[in-house]
T-cell receptor, first 114, second 113 residues
Framework: QKEVEQDPGPLSVPEGAIVSLNCTYSNSAFQYFMWYRQYSRKGPELLMYTYSSGNKEDGRFTAQVDKSSKYISLFIRDSQPSDSATYLCAMSAEGNTNAGKSTFGDGTTLTVKP | NAGVTQTPKFQVLKTGQSMTLQCAQDMNHEYMSWYRQDPGMGLRLIHYSVGAGITDQGEVPNGYNVSRSTTEDFPLRLLSAAPSQTSVYFC????????????FGNGTRLTVT
């Protein structure tokens, strides 16, 4: 069983829709939770970062972490065609030995249609 | 403002050939890592380094070697290419600690025939 499972998609939504992207994990040592966005033929880039449980909002994007359920989500409000990309959840544990080492989900490809 | 630079962008190898994928960063980051990305399998860690002269294995290290002689460079060597190594390879760097985000290059697309 993978440490991080991500809803596979693909997702196709109309412009303006609310999008929900989700990951579950099994390693209770994970404390740092990230969402990366990857455009076609590009490297992933950090979109959102959350430490431990709670919510974080940045413009149209909201990241939620529920450590008791080992479940994280990314919500995109008023989705735009420019949001079309693959979204990867990633997690890492405490400690310098884990620096530079994140465990990634498989990614969900989102298409927002005008 | 280059960030993480990977070369080459594309490469085709025959089975058994060797090659080195280059990675350089100009952000003075201590931590560097190599991932491979395959369809349906996400990003998997191959090797990583926490500083010059220090490297360690990740999740899928077999068939790959690394060294880190400078802070800036972290090359990945394929010793004897196999078709199973056909993938997109990403180099990443971060400034420190598990809370620091990874900065990725744009990848090397490798095909082994």
């Amino acid at each position: 069983q993978k440490e991080v499972e991500q809803d596979p998609g693909p997702l196709s939504v109309p412009e303006g829709a609310i999008v929900s992207l989700n990951c579950t994990y099994s390693n209770s040592a994970f404390q740092y939770f990230m969402w990366y966005r990857q455009y076609s033929r590009k490297g992933p880039e950090l979109l959102m970062y959350t430490y431990s449980s709670g919510n974080k909002e940045d413009g149209r994007f909201t990241a939620q972490v529920d450590k008791s359920s080992k479940y994280i989500s990314l919500f995109i409000r008023d989705s735009q065609p420019s949001d079309s990309a693959t979204y990867l959840c990633a997690m890492s544990a405490e400690g310098n030995t884990n620096a530079g080492k994140s465990t990634f989900g498989d990614g969900t490809t989102l298409t927002v249609k005008p | 403002n280059a960030g993480v630079t990977q070369t080459p962008k594309f490469q085709v190898l025959k089975t058994g050939q060797s090659m080195t994928l280059q990675c350089a960063q100009d952000m003075n980051h201590e931590y560097m890592s190599w991932y491979r990305q395959d369809p349906g399998m996400g990003l998997r860690l191959i090797h990583y380094s926490v500083g010059a002269g220090i490297t360690d294995q990740g999740e899928v290290p077999n068939g790959y070697n690394v060294s880190r002689s400078t802070t800036e460079d972290f090359p990945l060597r394929l010793l004897s290419a196999a078709p199973s190594q056909t993938s997109v390879y990403f180099c990443a760097s971060s400034s420190g600690g598990p809370s620091s985000p990874l900065h990725f290059g744009n990848g090397t697309r490798l095909t082994v025939t």
